[in-house]
């Protein structure tokens, strides 16, 4: 199933400790580009969370956003440092001492000094804390992922009737090849005859600049090699995913059999039909970027 690189998921996780939240959304790109936001606590999970999402997209400018709340007012605690408010009582007797002034320190001035008291947050169990979050990126993960195949079903519908016209087309320019060189072939004829009496000369003449002619606008071996591609692209949608880039490769060789057809049209109706494939070609391309 071919999935598009336009793709969006969101995935809620929580329990009694806290809650995460994962968006996930992407847009066009040549490659796998990452751009994470997170809180800073999360950071050490940077290369395992592109490790999990890996697992979802091959292609696309990927934004990922995860917050995390915490609602256990349990895992900050109080720290006393006695032996730093030691140190300051030390200091302050110094000061009593050395500059003859009267030492009126009380507990609530001393627990105001920096860093006496401090909250501090409680160690995270690491593992506990990854587990979560991955679950919470699987969730988001796979919604992403949903996204991406309906969107790609829907190019692939798209893309299926734009090769049948293309198709259409070029049969279409099959079809008039005979009628181009019958029609060159009755105006020499008439133009010779206009201009030469001896029929015998007229009849040499006319097969010479007829075969010189069709040689000229002859595109047989594009038409042929253009089925071909159309036919490869189809197989390919078909094929599963990860073919975007195989499909524009295809659709670059069409774009080149196109236009030695228009090069080599040598009649109004032809080169209508070669624009109009060249311009399905070229809307072909652009859907195709759309493609993982």
Not at 133 to 158: H, I
Request: charged residues 35%; negative net charge; aromatic residues 6%.
């Amino acid at each position: 199933m071919i999935k598009s690189m336009t793709g969006f998921g969101r995935a809620e996780l929580q329990d009694e400790v806290r809650r995460f939240t994962v968006e996930i959304k992407s847009v066009n790109h040549r490659y796998l580009d990452f751009n994470m936001k997170m809180p800073k606590k999360l950071s050490v999970f940077e290369a395992a969370i592109r490790g999990v999402l890996k697992e979802y997209m091959q292609r696309g400018k990927v934004d990922v956003f995860i917050s995390c709340e915490d609602f256990s007012s349990g895992r900050m605690q109080l720290h006393y440092n006695s032996e730093l408010a030691g140190r300051y009582l030390e200091y302050f007797r110094q000061m009593e001492k050395e500059f003859a002034l009267e030492n009126d320190i009380k507990v609530s001035h001393l627990s105001r000094c920096p860093e006496v008291l401090t909250m501090e947050e409680q160690e995270i169990d690491v593992e506990e804390l990854w587990s979560e979050l991955e679950k919470a990126l699987r969730a988001a993960g796979e919604q992403f992922a949903a996204s991406r195949q309906v969107e790609g079903e829907n190019l692939k519908r798209d893309l299926t009737a734009k090769l049948d016209s293309l198709q259409a087309n070029v049969r279409r320019i099959e079809e008039r090849a005979p009628e181009i060189l019958s029609e060159y072939r009755n105006r020499l004829e008439t133009k010779m005859k206009e201009l030469l009496e001896d029929t015998q000369m007229e009849d040499s003449r006319i097969a010479a600049e007829v075969v010189i002619f069709a040689d000229k606008i002859c595109t047989d071996e594009e038409t042929v090699r253009l089925n071909s591609h159309i036919e490869n692209m189809k197989t390919a949608l078909n094929d599963g995913e990860g073919i975007g880039r195989k499909l524009d490769f295809i659709a670059q060789e069409m774009n080149r059999e196109a236009n030695t057809i228009l090069s080599k049209a040598n009649d109004l109706e032809t080169t209508n039909i070669a624009i109009e494939l060249k311009t399905e070609i070229e809307k072909i391309r652009e859907q195709i970027q759309n493609i993982e």
